[in-house]
């Protein structure tokens, strides 16, 4: 579980001044100065009869909060409104027409773009949910699909765009900017389980990346990553932080070939012959 992420764990049992009908949820209520005023309310339950025939009525066990949560509530929101887009939990109810799931069954999902969460339950389509891994508690599950789906793409391996599938095949070295994020974290070990030789990482915690399978670590307070790589030495660069000038840096140290994607900044604008690169933003190319 990545050390920044807050896992928010819902106590099942409703408020004592909450009616049967009534459950608990985060709601952005208005415009604050910066960010959205959040609170935790009183709301209507959803009904099982109410359920469309593709829908699914699940318990939320566990939720996990993303920059993208925040982000995505502007002031042109219209207010107030659920929050929230991970969740893990269980199958309370499905609709007449869904075949894949039912009852009872654990599950995980990165829910957008439906709102909602952040609350005791939520209602949503089958199709966006899967059934949770076996080895893993609900909680741990919580904290995966949005930042394993946008890393999966990066990837190559649902998404054309993202990382060619002959790259992996040939062993390359990927340097992670932000491995102590995320989407990051999940970086780390998907390039050391697809076959990277090597796997630089840049974070606020070295060793937290190194068990994740980091070859080389460095904390990006005391090192700079383009001064102490050398130039022409990776073939994979995924950029989860976005700093300014950190597409240009990598071309330099990207051999031909090689492909920078990054899901926080913009691609550079001198881009190296040889060198492809993709920006990639709530699990979509742009």
């Not at 932080?241 to 597409?247: F, I």
């Not at 990054?262 to 933003?281: E, N, Y």
Request: glycine share 10%.
């Amino acid at each position: 579980m990545s050390p920044w992420m807050l896992v928010l764990l819902f106590v099942q049992a409703a408020a004592a001044a909450a009616g049967a009908t009534d459950m608990e949820a985060i709601v952005a209520t208005r415009c604050g100065p910066k960010l959205p005023v959040l609170a935790l309310e009183s709301v209507p339950k959803p009904e099982a009869s109410s359920l469309q025939p593709t829908q699914v009525m699940v318990e939320v066990v566990a939720s996990s909060v993303n920059p993208v949560d925040w982000k995505i509530l502007g002031c042109g929101t219209q207010f107030p409104t659920r929050t929230g887009w991970d969740l893990a939990g269980r199958v309370v109810a499905v609709g007449s027409g869904c075949q894949r799931l039912k009852a009872g069954d654990e599950v995980w999902a990165d829910i957008a773009p439906t709102f909602g969460a952040f609350a005791e339950f939520v209602v949503v389509e089958e199709q966006q949910l899967g059934l949770a891994p076996r080895n893993l508690a609900l909680q741990d599950a919580a904290t995966l699909p949005l930042v394993g789906m946008t890393t999966l793409a990066a990837f190559g391996l649902t998404d054309a765009r993202g990382v060619p599938a002959e790259t992996w095949r040939q062993k390359p070295v990927a340097l992670v900017l932000g491995g102590t994020g995320g989407c990051g974290s999940v970086g780390i070990q998907l390039a050391k389980a697809l076959g990277a030789s090597h796997v630089y990482a840049t974070g606020s915690d070295v060793q937290y990346m190194q068990r994740l399978g980091a070859d080389t670590a460095w904390d990006y307070r005391t090192t700079d990553w383009w001064v102490a790589l050398a130039d022409n030495s990776v073939d994979v660069i995924y950029d989860t932080v976005g700093v300014s000038g950190d597409a240009d840096r990598g071309m330099k140290k990207l051999r031909v070939g090689g492909k920078f994607v990054t899901i926080a900044g913009s691609t550079s604008l001198h881009p190296k012959p040889g060198v492809a690169q993709a920006a990639i933003h709530n699990c979509k190319f742009s």
